[in-house]
């Protein structure tokens, strides 16, 4: 079945360092989803991307789509404390409608400042 | 954006017995989504509840266990039947709004 793997399962870095994350699949996705949730809330919506090669920005995020269509790639530049949460991808299972959702395993990340 | 509104935000509860988790969106949606976080792992969806129809449940989850209601286009239901400690997980309905997928906060769920 479908799965989505990302790493690093976790992160523990200084304010104002650069972090990166991936987000794998065996199979092909026509949509990736970045989403973040911190303690005691539902996930939040970062970043949308549906194109291969796909590069967008949100402020201080970038996720790249996959050239392959089997991953995805989330930069955070310059973290700040606010940053914590444990980020996720996800996109549509089974290659259905982007409203049923299939996430990835998640990558907790800690910004020290 | 939506504002998805849950209660109870948090209960414990005796194996055995059921609880009734519910939803409230701010807007008129179409379809509603139930889905489950246990501890320390990722999202997992239940089902979708279509206002007026029965829900659809995703492989591996049953209606007895997860029984949802959906009575107009802004609240929806999940009970979860007959717990065991093993349904000690975060609940969280989704709406699709303008496109995009809005998550509640979820209720957090102990089977003692």
């Known amino acids: 079945g479908q799965q989505l793997n990302q790493s690093p399962q976790s992160m523990f870095i200084q304010e104002g360092e650069d972090v990166s994350m991936n987000c794998t699949s065996s199979?092909?996705?026509?949509?990736w989803l970045w989403y973040k949730q911190e303690p005691g809330e539902g996930p939040v919506l970062l970043i949308a991307?549906?194109?291969?090669?796909e590069l967008t920005s949100n402020g201080r995020l970038t996720a790249q789509f996959g050239i392959t269509r089997k991953d995805s790639f989330l930069n955070i530049s310059a973290s700040i404390p606010s940053d914590v949460g444990i980020y996720f991808c996800?996109?549509?299972?089974?290659?259905?409608?982007?409203?049923?959702?299939?996430f990835g395993t998640g990558t907790l990340l800690a910004v020290q400042p | 954006s939506a504002v998805i509104s849950q209660k109870p935000s948090r209960d414990i509860c005796q194996r055995g017995t059921s609880l009734t988790i519910q939803c409230q969106v701010d807007?008129?949606?179409?379809?509603m989504f139930w889905y489950r976080q246990q501890p320390g792992q990722s999202l997992t969806l239940i089902a979708t509840?279509?206002?007026?129809?029965?829900?659809?449940?995703e492989s591996g989850f049953v209606i007895d266990k997860f029984p949802i209601s959906r009575p107009n286009l802004t609240f929806s239901t999940l009970t979860v039947s007959n717990m065991s400690p093993e349904d000690s997980s975060i609940y969280l309905c989704?709406?699709?709004?303008?496109?995009?997928?809005?998550f509640g906060p979820g209720t957090r769920l102990t089977v003692l």
């Open positions: 989704s709406v699709t709004l303008f496109g995009e997928q809005f």
């Open positions: 199979s092909i996705f026509n949509t």
């Open positions: 991307l549906y194109k291969a090669g």
């Open positions: 996800a996109g549509p299972r089974y290659g259905g409608a982007t409203n049923k959702l299939i």
């Open positions: 807007s008129q949606v179409t379809m």
């Open positions: 509840a279509n206002q007026g129809s029965e829900a659809t449940y």
